[in-house]
């Protein structure tokens, strides 16, 4: 290997001449100097090389003493480069101490009002909605926090980074543009910074900023390998050469690492590390060595890359060259970080930085850096742009200089960027949002640099694929020119940020400008005028689907512009007018050669005669992009709205205007989307259907739809309304079905395809006729604010559905600054309904509004349409009204617009009215929809509302609209006029759904007759139809209403009883399941009504539900039916087995202790439980019962199934068969085992204990533990013989064999009393615990078995128990019957499992549990009292006594006496316990004169273990506080262990704990047979218990732990919460963005994800925070899971707004967040920004569901629901 050996001693080590520097000394020696640039630069040629990139240090990376030595070598040559180059340079700027001097510089700075807070990637972000002066203007947190807006309406975002607060910026901010801390005091002057520094600092400042700058500039630039500029030479120069690998956008990561590994030959894991560093500074060296070591790896790389694609950049370096590379970026932070403190160095920086070099024109340093942006790294960029930032944007007066600069090298600057592969946040074209947003700023580049054509032309430029006519052409263009459109887009944004604020006065030369960008912005539409034409495909589908999102990308982005044109346009008359001329002139371009030709044709219908193109869209090129005309379009409506059209309308630019013309694209248009409609351009594919789509859609329609609307209104309000129609229906191709009856017939008769046709075309053209006459809510069309047409469009959104705030911003378009205009109206038309736990809030429409509903709103689609119409109707027969909905009435038109009326009463369209209404008379056949008539009627109702409105606004004799009369005037048509022919309609029994309009209809006639006449009369005001119509016609409609009803009941009574005959035949059909399922709610509230049962029973009776003196529950029959086989079965003990589908889990939900490392499974030692309860299993159950039979054939159908799947297709199902897990077959919850359903326990009492005085049945205390004592030694001999294997041999001779008691027989094996089939389930069950507990392989013999099944009771009850307690409910009777049904089962399985396991291990389970309550020496490592948690012990040593008693055959079982023995035990135990880790000293203030008999005990309790443990134990005055810390202490256990014994008994609860409320104490301790004053349990057996108490307290962990030694864990144990989240989003936003990677030193983490469980903020979905869990390489959150929640974790990731749930490896799914907006909507992803707030319920809802153990099965339930949630990896999360 030719690795050049690193001489360390020369080289890394600061030798004694860098001890002896003194950079003061140096300072002066430089300033003396004749050339202080020379100076300096011999200075930094001889250190620089020796202190800055050494190479890798000799050790070698992976170990950790490695990366020890490396961190150590990181930190010398940091303290060198502050020492020996950075202080000089501080020297000799300050000519002090640095730290003094900066100081001294700050406080005499004054700064500017400017924030400037440059942010950070994921850093919060605020603009105000309403002062704002564009979205681009934002605060930072401390800014906004201290503002006025933080009480407007605001929008929040995450920065992607670079940007910088607005905070100070008076042109940012409409009002509120200061935050108090920026707020311009007195200090700020608008003197020259540069003033206030002394004069010789002034000089020192220039000379050191130039002398740096312009090194740093020209290390930056050079693409020198090699060389060094002059001066800069290094001193000796060695064979020290760097492998430098660049970043692109090309290649993969994966690509990369593996590149490396080959070349350079290191791990996966330093490939790893290699490309991460590639990919975020830019470059990273990968060798270092001698120059043919490196070009060696050179070679290699680009080999390996140049394959498919261009090589991966590599250069070999010499490493003084990247030594001083490195300076000069380490040098320009500096120059950052010095000009904070000091306004007047920074603008002296600026000074230098943009004043032309020698070489003139763009040689100043800062041009130089700008120029060369594309060729630098990543990392040199972001520390040069930051710089910029830092100094010439903080700087008003060089802000402009700079962006002046900026602007005139813009299109040299856009060009670099486009070839350049790097994303756009590192170019320095970035920094244009900067700069054109400062309105003044915009408007005088525009104004001096022409800016706003300088975008545009080069906008055009760089898009060159055209076609012959010089149209965008898109089709087929490659990838790398869709990248580079993408590029391009970006010059669209800065557009966008020139026009964003319109100008509040014109200048002449703003005019000229503005108008000359117009000029190019016209070439630009001139260019998408017609692009992407479409030919009707006949006969065969296309091939091939044409492109066309780039043309509609364009369009889509382009949107904005557009219209920011017209609103320019809008303030000044002279530019709108010129603006118009232009358009015009540029449309009539796009429409020379469009009349060419071909002879016009010549049409004729009713009377009139048009000439017109002979064209057919179905034959025809056709294109839906006709941009020019549609900004026309905008115009012509501009200029609608000025005072010059009602004035004088002559000065209108119209003159030159031929409406045919004009209307002969956007018709065009309109009609390929009726035909596209109906079906006549299905073999064009998709494509077509898409942009016929986005034409439509809201984020396009503005300048589309609407506008080719807007152009037919122009056209026909300009053209002889008959002419209008007449091309309109040449167009639609229909003209020939009107016209003639001949060719109508022959249509008639044609292909069912051609008639339907045909309909939806006839359809689609009287909707376009209803549009442009009906259509008038654009200002400048009708006579309304653009508030009207938003409070329409919610109307018409609302008329649909109520919505939420979320889909009606959707539906509305944005404009530039991204508002809709929504906030302004919505609480005038919509209430707003609050959402509940789940769902969103609702606004809903106001009834008030319904009148208002238009069926033909032109923005509804079809679907919406039929929606809308169908609430709205429904919404009627609701009030009691007809169903008719007419058009309401609609706003006035402007005056260039009012002729449209003239449509409504032409003769064309009477004509059509009369033929579709004929058609609809004779009904015959397939010629006629109802469709169309109801358009037709509708099109009736608008004329006579237009003539009702005429006649109320106006004298008879001006009213030149009568409608009436031409409908009532007698047709050529045989059966009469349009009148008579709807009075046929209204009496034909199949319009039924059209008879409440045609009544209006005729109605209104009547109503308009009447105020013609009255006006004719005696010219009185009018009146409105309701009330003008006489009392007859008012009459008749009630008397036809009551017959609606009529029919209506009968309608409804028929449905009815259809419902109800076929539910019986259902039920029938289905009786077994329905009889199940009373059962099962017969079976939910069986326990609630056993306990009401029991409670008639005799009162004196007082429930006890352990000891001899228990009340067992009355012997019941469990009948209970099988879910899969339906068979109903008795749990018995010989019968087959019964299952519960269940789900074993880990759990720390409880513990205390998160910290806790579990051990290896393989020597855990789970018998007792430490009180930190840091590690539980926890069983829950759907409640679901199966024969064992019948589940374990479903498991195997199961199991092949996968098998079969996975054959088929690779992939995760939601469960994991091969861990046992299945979904139950009735609710798929997610289980992973069956526990057995065993009979209730039988009584241990004897048949004849009644009859017994109670002091036989019940021995002492201290008459069982002598029993339990010998029976004990006699069990340890026995396995001591045993395992000494003489157990046949006679007695050994030294020990006396001890006295078994009598009947107690060791060698007795008793019979059990289960079927196989149970013992089979029982097995079944304790090996699942076994093997999620302790996550090994099943293994039966294993002697933990049982113990885990023991655990599980335990830690499920105590679970449980802490439910009820946190949500307050009653100990008993709240469960829900799933999980009683569990506890149950479970508590009876743990009770009999010990049956399946070897009597031996149970039975030395029961001598260890025994031990740790009566110390005996003999028995090693029993654990002290402060570390076991007593419910465990308690609850394991009464389920394994039964194994001892078992074998007591002295036919008289005393195991109830030994489980109150037990109890009594462990109770004395826990107090103890709790005394001995109870601090009680904080208050000592009250009365202890006379304590009551508690306190008193409490109090010489405690004593006595102050005697045992002395000064360990604080002194305690109080007994008052001593017991009620017991009390309190206590009461978790008390309530466990009644649950536990409630269930193992099947006793009823008392009364008294069935319901909630505090002060259960005696009836708690009662029903536990338990003394209320506990310490009685002590006192009572006083002399037995002391000598314990002291050999509890003499244990050595017990001093050990309280002096520190371990955890202490104190009583009662607080629930584990969630962790308190902020009411603000923000808060945590902030919190995850200041959140590095623990891993790669100081990054930002992409993905900060929050655990809720502990509050652990990590780096999820990335590759440096993998790490290895059980052999699989996993993300930081599942790998978090692993120690904080046992594999089960809760998550919130903070940039997403969004919970997640992992459980194990392999499952996940996202949850809803708890933070809402005020419109009760959350906001996952982020993306709407309205600031969000947390919603306590729902977050508690979260918490519930951890705290139930209930995550898995969400996860489970989601992903069964959605099964592409089941794809993900959430491992790499
Ligand atoms: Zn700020
Ligand atoms: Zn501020
Ligand atoms: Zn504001
Ligand atoms: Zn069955
Ligand atoms: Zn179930
Ligand atoms: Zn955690
Ligand atoms: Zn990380």
Redesign the pocket.
Same mark, same amino acid.
């Given at each position: 290997m030719a690795a050049a050996e690193p001489d360390t001693d020369q080289l890394s080590s600061p030798g004694s001449e860098f001890l002896n520097f003194s950079a003061k000394d140096t300072a002066s020696r430089w300033l003396a100097a004749a050339d202080l640039q020379q100076e300096v630069y011999r200075h930094l040629a001889a250190y620089v090389p020796r202190i800055l990139c050494l190479g890798p240090s000799s050790s070698g990376g992976s170990s950790r003493e490695g990366q020890r030595e490396e961190q150590r070598e990181e930190q010398r040559e940091e303290l060198a480069y502050q020492l020996l180059l950075l202080a000089p340079l501080e020297w000799l700027l300050l000519r002090e101490e640095p730290a003094a001097g900066l100081a001294q510089l700050q406080e005499n700075n004054r700064p500017s009002p400017l924030c400037g807070h440059v942010f950070k990637v994921g850093e919060p972000t605020y603009s105000c909605r309403e002062c704002a002066a564009d979205p681009t203007c934002v605060l930072c947190m401390q800014c906004f926090l201290g503002s006025v807006h933080k009480e407007h309406r605001y929008r929040m975002t995450t920065s992607g980074g670079g940007g910088f607060c607005d905070c100070g910026d008076a042109e940012a901010w409409k009002r509120g543009p200061y935050c108090q801390k920026h707020t311009p005091t007195d200090r700020h002057t608008e003197e020259d910074p540069v003033a206030q520094l002394p004069a010789d600092m002034v000089a020192r400042g220039y000379s050191i900023f130039s002398i740096i700058l312009k090194y740093a500039v020209d290390l930056l630039t050079c693409d020198q390998e090699e060389q060094l500029p002059a001066g800069l030479e290094p001193p000796e120069r060695g064979d020290t050469y760097y492998c430098m690998l660049f970043n692109d956008e090309v290649h993969t990561y994966e690509q990369v690492i593996y590149t490396l590994q080959k070349a350079v030959n290191c791990s996966q894991k330093e490939a790893v590390s290699f490309a991460t560093m590639v990919d975020r500074d830019g470059r990273k060296s990968v060798r270092y060595g001698d120059f043919q070591f490196c070009d060696q790896a050179k070679s290699v790389i680009v080999r390996n890359t140049s394959r498919q694609s261009k090589p991966l950049r590599v250069q070999v370096m010499h490493s003084s060259v990247v030594a001083h590379q490195c300076f000069a970026l380490k040098a320009l932070s500096w120059m950052g970080q010095i000009i904070q403190y000091s306004d007047g160095l920074r603008r002296i920086l600026c000074q230098v930085g943009l004043q032309n070099g020698p070489e003139g024109e763009n040689s100043s340093l800062v041009d130089r850096l700008m120029l060369n942006d594309s060729k630098m790294w990543k990392g040199a960029r972001n520390i040069y742009h930051q710089l910029l930032m830092n100094s010439l944007l903080m700087d008003l007066k060089y802000k402009k200089i700079f962006a002046i600069q900026f602007a005139k090298n813009y299109r040299r600057l856009q060009t670099d960027f486009m070839e350049d592969d790097h994303e756009r946040v590192v170019s320095v074209t970035s920094l244009s949002v900067q700069l054109f947003t400062v309105p003044t700023m915009a408007r005088m580049l525009m104004v001096e640099q022409n800016l706003m054509t300088t975008i545009i032309r080069t906008f055009v430029d760089h898009l060159r694929h055209r076609d012959l006519q010089g149209r965008f052409q898109f089709d087929r263009y490659t990838a790398q020119q869709a990248f580079k459109f993408g590029r391009v887009q970006s010059l669209i944004g800065d557009l966008k940020y020139v026009l964003i604020t319109r100008p509040s006065e014109w200048t002449n030369q703003l005019r000229l400008k503005f108008l000359e960008g117009l000029d190019a912005f016209l070439d630009l539409l001139k260019c998408m005028q017609g692009m992407d034409p479409v030919v009707r495909q006949v006969g065969q589908h296309i091939e091939m689907e044409p492109e066309w999102e780039a043309a509609f990308t364009l369009q889509m982005k382009l949107t904005h512009i557009i219209s920011m044109i017209q609103e320019w346009c809008s303030t000044d008359e002279h530019v709108l007018i010129d603006a118009y001329r232009k358009c015009l002139s540029a449309l009539s371009q796009c429409h020379c050669g469009l009349p060419d030709g071909e002879q016009p044709i010549s049409l004729s219908l009713a009377g009139h005669t048009v000439d017109t193109f002979r064209y057919q869209v179905s034959q025809d090129k056709v294109s839906i992009h006709l941009p020019v005309c549609r900004l026309l379009a905008g115009l012509h409506v501009l200029l609608s709205r000025t005072e010059l059209s009602s004035r004088v309308p002559e000065q209108l630019p119209l003159g030159e205007l031929s409406p045919p013309l004009l209307i002969e694209l956007p018709l065009r248009c309109l009609v390929l989307c009726a035909q596209v409609h109906a079906g006549m351009w299905r073999r064009n594919g998709f494509s077509l259907i898409n942009q016929i789509y986005y034409y439509h859609n809201v984020k396009c329609r503005v300048e589309m739809f609407d506008k080719d609307i807007i152009m037919l209104q122009a056209g026909a309000s300009m053209m002889d309304p008959n002419h209008f129609l007449m091309i309109v229906l040449s167009r639609f191709e229909l003209f020939n079905i009107f016209n003639s009856a001949d060719v109508r017939k022959r249509y008639r008769e044609a292909n069912k395809d051609v008639v339907q046709q045909n309909n939806t075309l006839i359809e689609e053209m009287l909707h376009l006729i209803i549009m442009v006459v009906g259509e008038r809510y654009v200002a400048g069309v009708g006579q309304v604010e653009p508030f009207d047409e938003v409070r329409r469009e919610i109307i018409h959104q609302l008329s649909i559905r109520p919505m939420a705030h979320s889909e009606l911003v959707k539906a509305l378009p944005e404009n530039g600054n991204k508002e809709t205009g929504l906030e302004g109206v919505i609480d005038i038309v919509a209430s707003f309904k609050k959402p509940g736990v789940t769902g969103r809030g609702l606004y809903e429409l106001r009834p008030e509004w319904n009148k208002n509903f238009n069926l033909y709103f032109h923005h509804y689609s079809r679907a919406d349409q039929s929606k809308a119409e169908e609430a709205q109707r429904k919404l009627r027969r609701q009030k009691g009204e007809d169903t008719a909905l007419p058009p309401p009435l609609p706003p006035p038109l402007c005056p260039l617009f009012g002729s449209l009326v003239n449509l409504l009463q032409c003769d064309v369209l009477l004509s059509v009215e009369g033929a579709v209404l004929q058609w609809a008379v004779e009904s015959s056949g397939g010629g006629w929809t109802e469709s169309m008539l109801q358009r037709v009627l509708h099109l009736v109702a608008m004329s006579l509302l237009e003539e009702q409105q005429q006649l109320e606004n106006n004298r008879d004799d001006d009213v030149t609209f009568n409608y009436t009369y031409k409908i009532t005037r007698e047709a050529p048509s045989p059966s009469g006029s349009v009148l008579a022919l709807l009075e046929t309609l209204q009496k034909a029994p199949q319009l039924e759904v059209h008879k409440d309009m045609i009544t209006w209809i005729i109605k209104m006639v009547a109503n308009i007759k009447t105020m013609r006449e009255q006006t004719a009369s005696t010219s009185t005001v009018s009146v409105c139809p309701g009330h003008g119509a006489e009392e007859t016609v008012r009459d008749r409609d009630k008397a036809e209403r009551k017959r609606k009803a009529e029919m209506a009941r009968l309608r409804r009574e028929k449905i009815m009883a259809q419902m109800s005959e076929m539910q019986k035949h259902f039920i029938n059909e289905n009786k077994e399941l329905f009889q199940q399922s009373l059962e099962e709610l017969e079976a939910s509230t069986s326990a609630a009504a056993e306990t009401s049962a029991t409670g008639l029973g005799p009162t004196c009776v007082t429930q006890v539900c352990v000891g001899p003196r228990r009340v067992g529950r009355a012997e019941h029959r469990q009948l209970v039916t099988c879910i899969l086989c339906q068979e109903e079965q008795e749990v018995r003990g010989h019968s087959r087995a019964m299952v519960l589908a269940a789900f074993v889990q880990r759990s720390t939900v409880l513990s205390k202790n998160r910290r806790h490392i579990v051990p290896d499974p393989e020597r855990q030692e789970p018998l007792f439980m430490h009180p930190d309860l840091s590690l539980g299993i926890h069983t829950a159950s759907c409640g679901h019962i199966m024969h064992a039979i019948c589940w374990q054939r479903y498991f195997e159908a199961v199991q092949l199934k996968e098998q079969r799947r996975q054959q088929r297709l690779r992939g995760h199902t939601s469960y994991d068969v091969e861990n046992g897990e299945f979904l139950c077959p009735l609710c798929e919850c997610l289980s992973n085992t069956v526990i057995p359903l065993l009979p209730h326990s039988p009584d241990h009492r004897c048949t004849h204990s009644l009859s017994l005085p109670v002091s036989v049945n019940h021995p002492t205390l201290e008459a069982w533990l002598n029993t339990t004592n010998q029976q004990i030694a006699t069990l340890h001999s026995a396995h001591r013989k045993q395992s000494d294997g003489t157990a046949e041999e006679a007695e050994p001779a030294g020990e006396a064999e001890p006295a078994a008691p009598e009947g107690f027989r060791v060698d007795f094996t008793p019979q059990s009393p289960f079927s196989s089939s149970i013992r089979e389930m029982i097995t079944t069950f304790s090996v699942s615990t076994y093997k999620v507990g302790l996550k090994l392989n099943p293994n039966e013999q294993d002697p933990r078995v049982p113990v885990l099944s023991w655990s599980t009771c335990a830690y499920t009850i105590q679970s449980i128990e802490r439910l009820l307690m946190e949500e307050e409910k009653p100990l008993f009777g709240s469960l829900p019957c799933r999980q009683d049904d569990c506890l149950s089962s479970l508590t009876r399985f743990s009770s009999a499992c010990w049956t399946v396991a070897p009597l031996k291990t149970v039975h030395t389970h029961f001598i260890r549990l025994f031990t740790a309550l009566f110390p005996d020496s003999q028995v090693e490592n029993t654990p002290c009292i402060l570390d076991t948690d007593m419910f465990h012990l308690l609850v394991y040593s009464v389920l394994s006594y039964s194994s001892v008693q078992s074998l007591d055959q002295s036919g008289c079982s005393v195991v109830d006496s030994a489980h109150l023995h037990l109890l009594h035990l462990v109770t004395v135990a826990h107090l103890v316990q709790i005394l001995l880790t109870s601090t009680t000293e904080e208050v000592c203030m009250d009365q202890d004169s006379e304590g009551s008999e508690e306190e008193i005990l409490t109090c010489q309790l405690y004593n006595t273990l102050r005697k045992h443990l002395g000064s360990v134990l604080p002194q305690v005055s109080s007994g008052w506080q001593l017991w009620r810390c017991v009390k309190a202490g206590i009461l978790p256990f008390l309530r466990a262990t009644a649950l536990f014994f409630h269930y193992l008994n099947s006793t009823a609860p008392p009364a008294d704990l069935l319901v909630a409320g505090p002060g259960h104490w005696e009836a708690l301790c009662s029903f536990l047979s338990l003394p209320s004053n506990l310490l009685q349990v002590h006192q009572n057996q006083h002399t037995l218990l002391e000598p314990l108490i002291y050999r509890w307290c003499c244990h050595p962990g017990v001093r050990q732990t309280l002096q520190g030694g371990g955890v202490i864990v104190r009583f009662p144990r607080e629930s584990n919460r969630l962790i308190e989240l902020p009411e603000d989003y923000s808060v945590l936003i902030n919190q995850a963005s200041s959140f590095t +990677?623990?891993? #790669?030193g100081g990054?930002k #983490?992409r993905a900060p994800t929050l655990c809720l469980v502990c509050g652990s903020m990590l780096?999820s979905q #990335?590759? +440096? +925070?993998q790490t290895e869990v059980e052999g699989e390489d996993v993300g930081?959150c599942t790998a978090h899971t692993f120690t904080c929640g046992a594999g089960v974790g809760l998550f919130l990731r903070v940039r997403e707004s969004q919970v997640l749930f992992v459980a194990g490896k392999t499952k996940g799914s996202f949850y809803p967040p708890p933070y809402l907006d005020d419109y009760g909507e959350t906001d996952q992803g982020l993306k709407r920004g309205n600031p969000l707030h947390l919603c306590q319920e729902r977050y508690r809802k979260i918490e519930r569901l951890w705290r139930q153990h209930g995550i898995a099965e969400v996860i489970g339930h989601a992903q069964e629901a959605n099964q592409t949630l089941v794809a993900i990896d959430w491992q790499h999360l």
């Open positions: +990677c623990p891993r #790669s990054d #983490s780096c #990335s590759y +440096c +925070c930081a």
